[in-house]
C-alpha cells in the first residue's frame, strides 16, 4: 500500500484571482512582505498496487486524467510506502 | 414532426427545469429528461447540458460530470455530428471533456455575478444564429465562473475558423472592458467547435424565452437550431 499527495497549483501565466484576493488580506493584516500568492489543491489517498512504478503510474494518470486540467495546472506527486495493519493497531 | 431536446439531469444541475420549461411549454418543442447514469439519449435530435453546479463543482467545474455514463452517449453522438448545446455549467463540462476548447477560471472579480448582458452576434452563418437578425440579444448571466481562457494560439484558431459566436458587448454591440462581466479572454461568451454542431455559452438564453419574463432574444438561439433540423 502506498500513500499518495499530489499538489495541484495553477500554471505561473494563469492569473489567480483568489490567491490575489487573500493577499489583499494578508496586507490588510500586515503581512507586508507576502508577494505572489497563489492557492493551489493538495490531495492524498492511498494506492493498493504491488510496486512503486505501478503506484506512480496510476497516480499519474489520475491526477492527468482527474485531479488536474493541463490546460491551466501542473501536479506533482509524492509516494510514501504505507503499512496499513500498523495504522489500524493504533 | 416537433424536433426532440434532450435536457441532461445531472446531480447539481439547477437549470435542467428551466431549458425543459423553455423548450417544452414556451416553444412548442418536445422535450426530455436525460438522467446522467443512463446512456440513451431517447432520440433526442438536440442535446442540452444544462446549467447548474454538477457535483457540486469539486475540483473543477464540470471536471466530474464529464465522466457521467451520459457523457460517453453525448460524445459520441457529437462525434456523429450530432447538436449539443452547453449553456453555463454544460459549457463548462464541454471544456472538460474536450468537445470545445479552453478551460473556466473564476470570475476576475472573485463575485458570483447575475445580470442581463448584450451579446454581439460574432458569426450569424451558423445553425445556432441564422435566426438572429439583430446585431445584440439581451440575455442574463449568472456565474461564478465563467471567464474563459485560452492559450493565445487556441483564441487565434477560434477567431480564424469564426468559432466564436457571442461576445459580450453593450447594446449597441461595442465590445469592451466595460461589458465584459467575468474577465473572460476578448469577452468570449460562447463559442462553437469547428465542425459547427457544438456550442457552449456562459448566458442563460433558455431564461430569455419567455415574454413574461419581458425578454425572448434567447428563443433566436434554439429557433436557429430548430430550422438547422429541417
Redesign the interface.
Known amino acids: 500500500m502506498y500513500k499518495a499527495t499530489v499538489i495541484v497549483k495553477r500554471r505561473p501565466t494563469i492569473l489567480d484571482p483568489q490567491g490575489k484576493a487573500v493577499e489583499q488580506g494578508a496586507k490588510l493584516l500586515g503581512f507586508n512582505n507576502v508577494q505572489n500568492t497563489r492557492i493551489g489543491k493538495y490531495i492524498e489517498f492511498f494506492v493498493d498496487a504491488k510496486n512503486r512504478e505501478a503506484a506512480e503510474k496510476e497516480v499519474r494518470e489520475y491526477s492527468e486524467k482527474l485531479l488536474s486540467n493541463p490546460i491551466m495546472e501542473d501536479f506533482e506527486f509524492s509516494l510514501t510506502e504505507w503499512d496499513y495493519s500498523e495504522e489500524e493497531v493504533k | 414532426m416537433k424536433p426532440k431536446f434532450g435536457v441532461v439531469v445531472f446531480p447539481g444541475s439547477n437549470c435542467d427545469y428551466d431549458a425543459y420549461y423553455a423548450m417544452k411549454k414556451v416553444l412548442g418543442y418536445d422535450a426530455e429528461f436525460l438522467w446522467h447514469k443512463d446512456k440513451d439519449l431517447k432520440n433526442s435530435d438536440v442535446i442540452i447540458l444544462p446549467g447548474g453546479f454538477s457535483y457540486g463543482d469539486y ?2 467545474t464540470g ?2 460530470a464529464r ?1 457521467s455514463p451520459i457523457m460517453d452517449s453525448v460524445y459520441s453522438f457529437a462525434e456523429k455530428g450530432g447538436i449539443v448545446m452547453g449553456i453555463c455549467n454544460g459549457f463548462q463540462i464541454l471544456l ?1 471533456i474536450g468537445l470545445l476548447p ?2 473556466m ?6 463575485k458570483f455575478v447575475c445580470k442581463d448582458v448584450y451579446l454581439r452576434i460574432e458569426n450569424n452563418n451558423t445553425i445556432f444564429t441564422k435566426d438572429i437578425s439583430k446585431k445584440t440579444i439581451k440575455v442574463p448571466v449568472k456565474h461564478g465562473e465563467g ?1 474563459y ?3 493565445e494560439g487556441t483564441i487565434k484558431s477560434l477567431e480564424e475558423n469564426s468559432q466564436i459566436l457571442f461576445r459580450y458587448s453593450s447594446n449597441e454591440g461595442e465590445v469592451a472592458e466595460v461589458y465584459n462581466p467575468n ?1 473572460a479572454s476578448k469577452n468570449i461568451a460562447g463559442i462553437m467547435n469547428k465542425r459547427q454542431n457544438v456550442m457552449g455559452l456562459m448566458p442563460h438564453p433558455e431564461n430569455a424565452c419567455d415574454p413574461v419574463l419581458r425578454k425572448t432574444d434567447g428563443a433566436l438561439i434554439f429557433k436557429s437550431v430548430v430550422q438547422s433540423l429541417f
Not at chain 2, 477560471?105 to 472573485?110: E, F, I, K, P
Open positions: 475540483l473543477r471536471a466530474i465522466f472538460e479552453g478551460v477560471l473564476q470570475n476576475v472579480s472573485l471567464n481562457f485560452a492559450d474577465g
